[in-house]
């Protein structure tokens, strides 16, 4: 798959290929199985002839006059001039002399093919029979051509018949997902604001049940319904930015350059009262020096705190959680590193899978509800990226993002080579 494309966009891409190449492969293996039972009834008919008249030709030919492209050798008969070199066989005429057997064999020299019968004829004379198949071999060589040629425009024909059925047998598919992607955006997006108000609603509840000092049981009920409510607007916000990547909806903000350093450091103070609260060390490592990426701000920011969050909630107390940021080559790479409950290896792919739920970590969180990993990786991709994950069951996890750096801009005189930044 592509860098910055979409796996609903590559599963339709490798649809249409698959078909494509599924119909050349059809076409090539019947242009092939034609041409071999052809070949093979071709060479077999013309070796039956070609012997019937080699046979004949050895028992009664007249060695003086032979018929095309068959020559006879015989004792007291000078060969024809235009007879190849090598022959008779002496080998093949002292045998017969001596077995009175008939003897056949295929012969090349001087890139020819012979075939070559040598016999006792009636009146005891030993008589050996030349033919040369260089017109019966040009007519398989002309064979193949043709279907060569055959194969080349098939292959063609398959490549666009393929796109074609292709185009039409995915069509629904591709309509069906973009009418998905219309839905869950516009369904996100009305849903927002009851949602958001829900929300504020039950915060002014859970406040004033904290001023008016109700019973524990009902202030424990709004906060758990506070919770709930920011949970679902978690949710909606996924989709919606889901949904929004994968159409390149035009709600999306433009794309500006985005300093990685800073917003690494923002996001993680945004997490300082939860980090508090499971007693977690969170350091942030980076250069003095901006470190710029094009993008969606709010959506970077989205995917770096799905990282921090995800690694809050599987590290127990005590824990130590470490972000950095540095520039590898071309591009910028942050990394979230720590020292939870780590991963089963054999899921590493299902943890980018949609809803997917971790086991729970050491902190208690156990994995979020929502889109989470999996809108993390379309983020990424989106942007160009790449996302990698490593860890072991009980000694932590390892998420990795790289990106491409901001291009410089033109007649920009280039940075110092001590800056850490992209510009």
Same mark, same amino acid.
């Given at each position: 798959?592509?860098?910055?494309? @979409? ?64 020559? /006879? ?6 060969? #024809? ?24 064999? !295929? ?34 060589? @002309?064979?193949?051509?043709? /279907? ?15 796109? *074609? ?19 869950? !955006? ?18 002014? #509840? ?33 989709? /919606? ?10 709600? #999306? ?6 300093? #990685? ?21 969170? +350091? ?6 901006? /470190? ?55 899921? !590493? ?31 990424? +991709?989106?942007?160009?990226? +790449? *996302? ?30 001590? +800056?850490?930044?992209?510009?």
């Amino acid at each position: 798959m592509r860098p910055s494309e @979409h796996p609903e966009r590559a599963a339709v891409r490798r649809a249409r290929l698959r078909i494509a190449v599924i119909a050349g492969a059809i076409i090539t293996l019947l242009v092939i199985g034609v041409g071999g039972i052809a070949d093979a009834m071709m060479t077999r008919a013309q070796n039956e002839q070609v012997w019937r008249e080699l046979r004949y030709g050895a028992a009664l030919g007249d060695p003086t006059s032979p018929p095309v492209c068959t020559w /006879l050798f015989a004792p007291g008969v000078t060969p #024809l001039p235009n007879a190849p070199r090598g022959f008779p066989v002496r080998a093949d005429l002292d045998r017969v002399r001596r077995t009175g057997t008939a003897v056949e064999r !295929t012969v090349r020299r001087d890139d020819k093919v012979y075939l070559v019968r040598t016999q006792e004829r009636a009146d005891g004379q030993v008589v050996q029979a030349v033919f040369d198949l260089r017109f019966q071999l040009a007519d398989r060589a @002309h064979l193949w051509f043709a /279907l060569a040629v055959a194969e080349a425009v098939g292959l063609l024909a398959a490549v666009l018949t393929g796109a *074609v059925l292709g185009r039409l047998a995915v069509a629904p598919l591709a309509d069906a997902l973009a009418r998905q992607r219309r839905f869950v !955006t516009d369904a996100s997006h009305e849903l927002r604001t009851p949602v958001t108000q829900v929300h504020t609603r039950a915060q002014l #509840l859970a406040r004033q049940a904290a001023a008016e000092e109700l019973p524990a049981a009902h202030r424990a009920g709004l906060d758990r319904l506070v919770g709930s409510a920011g949970r679902l607007g978690d949710v909606l916000d996924d989709l /919606l930015l889901s949904a929004s990547l994968t159409a390149g909806s035009a709600r #999306l903000p433009q794309r500006r350059p985005v300093d #990685l350093v800073a917003l690494a450091r923002s996001v993680a103070a945004a997490e300082t009262d939860r980090a508090r609260d499971g007693r977690l060390t969170v +350091t942030v490592d980076g250069p003095p020096q901006p /470190l710029f990426v094009t993008g969606i701000e709010s959506a970077l920011r989205r995917a770096v705190g799905e990282l921090l969050a995800n690694a809050i909630s599987h590290t127990p107390q005590g824990g130590r959680i470490r972000v950095s940021v540095a520039r590898v080559g071309r591009e910028a790479e942050l990394t979230v590193e720590d020292t939870g409950s780590g991963l089963d290896p054999a899921e !590493t792919d299902r943890l980018f899978e949609r809803f997917h739920r971790g086991g729970s970590g050491g902190g208690g969180g156990g994995g979020r509800y929502g889109l989470g990993l999996a809108l993390l990786r379309e983020v990424v +991709t989106g942007h160009g990226g +790449t *996302v990698a994950v490593t860890g072991r069951t009980g000694r932590g996890a390892r998420f990795t993002i790289r990106l491409p750096c901001h291009p410089p801009r033109p007649g920009r005189p280039p940075a110092p080579p001590v +800056t850490a930044g992209c510009r």
